[in-house]
C-alpha cells in the first residue's frame, strides 16, 4: 500500500467516525426522547393538568406547576424585556467608546458566564431577605430577570447593528433627534431580532429550577397563585421533586411533567426560529 | 424636548448601568455572608481540611471533598464533549454536504435548548441502570452517568462555538493545503485545526465554565455525599449540589450551617469567574491577530 | 461671482477626525439658488466638508472643528442653533438611496411627522406636492401604502430627494446621488437638480466631472484635505489656473 492510499484511507475512516459522532448526539437526543413519552405520554390527562399537588403520585397533578411557571415567564417578560432591551439600545446607540462603555462590555459577558445558582444566591440575599419579598413569584421572576439580561442585551445589540447606518442618517438629515431616530427606525427595523433575543432567552429562564430553589421556592404548593406575592412552584421544581423520590409512579408522573415543560421550551424555541427565518427572508436592504 | 431626550437618554443609561450594579450584588452578597463564615472557619482549615460535614454535628469544612467532585463530574463532561463536538466540527466544516449540515446543525442545537432538570431525570433512569449493566459496582447515584450526560448537554456548545472558529479561517489556508496534495483529514487537523485553536480553545474553556456551574444534572443523578475521590462509580457531591441540598433543608437564616453555602458558592464564582477572563483574553489576542 | 447672495460660507474651517486632520483652512462661499459642486479623488475631504454643512458628522466619536460656518450669516456651530431645526433648513440626499423601510408615504411624511404634525389631510398633500416636485407622483399615487423598499433604485433616490423636499429646506446637501445608479436614472435626478435650483441652493459632491460640468454653475476641487481652487464651473473646466486642477480634470490622477 503506498503512502497515498494510506492517507485516502485514513481519511475515508475519519468521514466515518465523523458520521459516527455526529449520530451519537442526534441518537442520544432520540432515545431521549421517546424514553420520555413512552414514560409520560399515557400519564397526561386532563386531571393530570387541573390537580393540585398530592403525596399520592396517582391524584398528583401539575396545575400548581405549570400556573406558576406562566406567572414566572409574564413577570419576568415585564420586567426583564425594557430593562435589557433599554441597555442593549444604551449601549449600541449611545455609549462613546471610552473606559465606563469598555467595562460594561466586560461585564455583561463575564454576567452571561455567571452559574445560574450564584444568581439564586444572589436573589436569595436582596430580593428574599433585603427587600423582603420572601420565596414569592416576584423574587423568583426578578431573578430570573438578571440571569437572562446579559443574554437579550447581547441580542439586542446584534439586532440594533444589523440596521444599516443609512437608515440612521437618513433620519437625522430630516431632523430627526437621538432619541426620535431610535424609536422611529432602528427599533422598529430590528423588532423581529431582539423579539427572537428574547424568545430564548425566556426559554431558558422556563426550564431553570436552581435559582429558584435557592430562593426558596417550594415543591408543594396546594394553590394556585393569585398575585406576584404568593408563594409558588414551577413545573422544572415538580419534576426535580418527583424525581428525587424512590416510588416508580413518582417517575411517570416526572416523565410526564417533563413532556409539559419540554412543550413549552419548544414551542418557545420554534417562534424564535420561524421569526428568525420570516425576518431574514423579508429584510433585504 | 431637548430636556425628554436627555431624560431618556439617563434612563437608557441606568439600564445599562444596572449590570455592574449586578456583578456589584454577586460579589457583595458571596463576601458578606462568607465573611461571617471565615471568621469562625480559617481558611487554611476550608482549603486543607478533607472532609465536609456542616450539616452532622462533627463539623468538618474542608471544601476539597465538594471541588473534586465538581472536578470529576466537569473532566468526565469534557472528556466526553471534546471529542464528540471537535469531530462533529471538522466534519460538519470539510465533509458533510451543505444540505446536511442545515438539517444537522439545528438538531444538534435542540441538545442545548433542553432544560437542564430533564438532564438529570435521563441520567438517573436510563443511563445509570444502562451502564450498571456493564459496570456491576457502579451506584444508583454516581458521576458517571451524570458526567456523561453533561457532556452530551455540552456538544453543541463545542462543536457550534469551534465550527464558527473553523469557518473564520481564511479560505486561502485551506486551498493551499489542497494544492499541494493533501487529504481533508491532513488540511482538517494540519491546518484548519491548528490555525483555529484559540477560537477552539475558547469554546473548551466556556464549556469547562458551564460544566462547574452546572446544577440539576448532578443534584439529580450524582449523589450528595461529599467525598475526597475520583472514582466515578460511587456517589459524590458537587458544589453546586451542596448548595441545593441546603436550601432545599430547614437551615435558619445567618447560621453558620446557612453561611457554608455562600463559602461554596464564592469557591464556585472564582472558578468560572477566572476561566470567563481567560476565555476573554483569549478571544481578545486573537481577534487582534485576524485585524 | 458677487452677484447673488451668499446662502452657505466657511471661514477657515479645520475638521478632525482624532488626530487626522481631514479639512485644512478651508474658506469658501456658496451663492443662493445654484448648484455648487464639490470635485476631488477619494479621501480629498469633499464628504467631509459637505457632511459638516448640516453637522451630519457630530455623532463621530472623535469629531471636531475649528473656524466657522455661516447659514445666512449664522454660524451652525454656534451654542445656541439647534442642530434639529439646522437639519430642517439644510437638507441632504445620500450616495445609496435609503428609504426607511416603511411605506413610501410614511417615508415622504417622516420629517413632518417627527416635527409633531399629526393633521392627514396637511401630510397627504404635503406628500403629493413634494412628489411632484421629483417627478415621481406619477408613478407612486397608487402605491403610497406599499414598501418604499419596491421601489427601483432611481425611482428610491427621487423619493429620498422628495422626502428632503417635504420639510421645505432652503439647502440641499447631495452626496454623490448618483453613484449608485444606472445612467437613464441618472439622467433624471440631474434633470431633477437643474429644476430644483430655482428654489433650492444646492451642493453636490460627485466623483463625475461631466457631472459636474452638466449641472453645476460653481466648482470647487479639493486634493489631500485642501481646496485647491473654486471658480465658476467653466472657468474650472476650461482654464484651471492650478496644475492638480488641470491634471486631476484631465484624468491624470483620481
Known amino acids: ?247 416508580e409512579a413518582f417517575l411517570i408522573n416526572a416523565a410526564a411533567a417533563i413532556i409539559m415543560l419540554l412543550f413549552i421550551t419548544f414551542l418557545l424555541n420554534g417562534i424564535a426560529v420561524y421569526l428568525r427565518n420570516k425576518q431574514q427572508k423579508k429584510i433585504k436592504w | 424636548m431637548k430636556v425628554s431626550e436627555r431624560i431618556i437618554e439617563g434612563l437608557l443609561w441606568l439600564s445599562a448601568v444596572i449590570t455592574i450594579l449586578v456583578t456589584i450584588g454577586i460579589i457583595w452578597v458571596l463576601l458578606s455572608q462568607s465573611i461571617g463564615f471565615f471568621q469562625v472557619v480559617s481558611l487554611t482549615e476550608f482549603l486543607t481540611e478533607k472532609e465536609w460535614t456542616p450539616l452532622f454535628a462533627d463539623k468538618k469544612f474542608g471544601i476539597m471533598p465538594l471541588v473534586a467532585g465538581t472536578l470529576l463530574t466537569t473532566f468526565i463532561a469534557i472528556a466526553v464533549a471534546l471529542p464528540l463536538g471537535l469531530t462533529i466540527a471538522v466534519y460538519l466544516n470539510e465533509y458533510a454536504p451543505a444540505r446536511m449540515r442545515q438539517i444537522v446543525k439545528p438538531l444538534l442545537e435542540i441538545l442545548a435548548t433542553i432544560p437542564t432538570v430533564v438532564y438529570g431525570f435521563f441520567a438517573l433512569t436510563v443511563v445509570t441502570p444502562f451502564l450498571q449493566q456493564f459496570i456491576p459496582g457502579l451506584a444508583g447515584f454516581n458521576a458517571l452517568s451524570a458526567g456523561m450526560v453533561m457532556g452530551i448537554m455540552i456538544v453543541p456548545m463545542i462543536s457550534s462555538l469551534s465550527e464558527d472558529a473553523i469557518s473564520a479561517v481564511p479560505r486561502s489556508l485551506r486551498e493551499a493545503a489542497y494544492g499541494m496534495g493533501s487529504t481533508r483529514l491532513q488540511t482538517a487537523f494540519g491546518v484548519m485545526v491548528p490555525a483555529a485553536s484559540s477560537g477552539i480553545v475558547v469554546s473548551v474553556i466556556l464549556a469547562i465554565s458551564r460544566a462547574v456551574g452546572e446544577t440539576m444534572i448532578v443534584a439529580i443523578a450524582a449523589g450528595q455525599q461529599p467525598r475526597l475521590t475520583m472514582n466515578p462509580l460511587v456517589p459524590i457531591e458537587t458544589i453546586t449540589t451542596y448548595i441545593v441540598q441546603v436550601s432545599l433543608g430547614d437551615v435558619p437564616h445567618g447560621s453558620l450551617e446557612y453561611k457554608t453555602i455562600f463559602a461554596a458558592g464564592i469557591t464556585l464564582f472564582v472558578f468560572t469567574f477566572a476561566l470567563n477572563n481567560i476565555s476573554f483574553w483569549i478571544k481578545k489576542k486573537y481577534q487582534e491577530k485576524y485585524d | ?246 491634471n486631476y480634470i484631465t484624468g491624470r490622477f483620481g
Request: glycine share 8%.
Open chain 1, 1 to 247: 500500500m503506498t503512502n497515498s492510499d494510506k492517507n485516502r484511507l485514513k481519511d475515508k475512516a475519519f468521514q466515518v467516525f465523523g458520521i459516527f459522532c455526529t449520530l451519537i448526539g442526534l441518537v442520544v437526543l432520540a432515545v431521549f426522547l421517546i424514553d420520555i413519552l413512552i414514560k409520560g405520554l399515557g400519564r397526561i390527562d386532563w386531571e393530570f393538568l387541573t390537580s393540585l399537588p398530592s403525596r399520592r403520585a396517582a391524584r398528583a397533578g401539575i396545575l400548581t406547576a405549570w400556573a406558576g411557571t406562566l406567572w414566572i415567564l409574564v413577570l419576568t417578560t415585564i420586567i426583564a424585556f425594557p430593562l435589557g432591551v433599554s441597555a442593549g439600545v444604551y449601549l449600541e446607540e449611545y455609549a462613546r467608546k471610552n473606559r465606563l462603555s469598555n467595562f460594561l462590555e466586560i461585564n455583561i459577558s463575564n454576567l452571561a458566564g455567571v452559574p445560574s445558582i450564584i444568581y439564586g444566591l444572589l436573589g436569595m440575599e436582596i430580593f428574599v431577605r433585603q427587600m423582603g419579598l420572601g420565596g414569592s413569584l416576584l423574587s423568583g421572576a426578578l431573578t430570573l430577570s438578571l440571569l437572562i439580561l446579559p443574554i437579550i442585551i447581547v441580542t439586542t445589540r446584534e439586532a440594533i447593528k444589523a440596521v444599516p447606518g443609512s437608515i440612521r442618517d437618513g433620519s437625522y438629515a430630516l431632523g430627526a433627534s437621538k432619541w426620535q431616530t431610535v424609536w422611529n427606525q432602528v427599533l422598529p427595523a430590528s423588532f423581529g431580532g431582539i423579539l427572537t433575543g428574547i424568545i430564548l432567552a425566556l426559554s431558558r429562564a422556563v426550564g431553570e429550577a436552581a435559582p429558584l430553589i435557592v430562593i426558596g421556592a417550594l415543591a408543594y404548593v396546594p394553590f394556585i397563585p393569585s398575585s406576584p406575592l404568593d408563594e409558588f412552584t414551577v413545573l422544572p421544581i415538580q419534576i426535580f421533586n418527583w424525581t428525587s423520590r424512590p416510588q
Open chain 3, 1 to 246: 461671482m458677487a452677484k447673488n447672495n451668499i446662502k452657505l460660507e466657511a471661514k477657515n474651517l479645520n475638521a478632525y477626525y482624532g488626530d487626522f486632520k481631514a479639512l485644512k483652512d478651508i474658506t469658501i462661499s456658496m451663492e443662493e439658488k445654484a448648484v455648487t459642486a464639490f470635485i476631488g479623488p477619494s479621501g480629498c475631504g469633499k464628504s467631509t466638508f459637505l457632511r459638516t454643512l448640516n453637522r451630519m458628522n457630530d455623532y463621530i466619536d472623535g469629531f471636531r472643528t475649528e473656524g466657522d460656518i455661516l447659514l445666512d450669516g449664522k454660524d451652525i456651530y454656534d451654542k445656541n442653533i439647534r442642530v434639529d431645526e439646522l437639519r430642517k433648513e439644510v437638507g441632504m440626499v445620500f450616495q445609496k438611496p435609503n428609504p426607511f423601510p416603511k411605506t413610501i408615504f410614511e417615508n415622504v411624511v417622516y420629517g413632518l411627522k417627527i416635527q409633531g404634525i399629526k393633521n392627514k389631510a396637511h401630510l397627504e398633500e404635503a406628500a403629493e406636492k413634494s412628489l411632484r416636485q421629483t417627478a415621481l407622483w406619477e408613478e407612486v399615487k397608487d402605491k403610497m401604502h406599499k414598501s418604499a423598499l419596491a421601489l427601483s433604485g432611481g425611482q428610491q433616490q427621487r423619493l429620498c430627494i422628495a422626502r428632503a423636499l417635504a420639510i421645505s429646506p432652503s439647502v440641499i446637501l447631495m452626496d454623490e446621488p448618483t453613484s449608485a445608479l444606472d445612467p437613464i436614472s441618472t439622467a433624471k435626478i440631474e434633470e431633477l437638480i437643474y429644476e430644483l435650483k430655482n428654489d433650492y441652493t444646492i451642493v453636490i459632491v460627485t466623483h463625475n466631472m461631466q457631472q459636474a460640468g452638466r449641472v453645476s454653475d460653481n466648482t470647487a476641487f479639493f486634493y489631500m484635505g485642501e481646496l485647491i481652487e473654486f471658480g465658476k464651473t467653466k472657468t474650472i473646466f476650461t482654464s484651471p489656473s492650478n496644475d492638480r486642477t488641470q
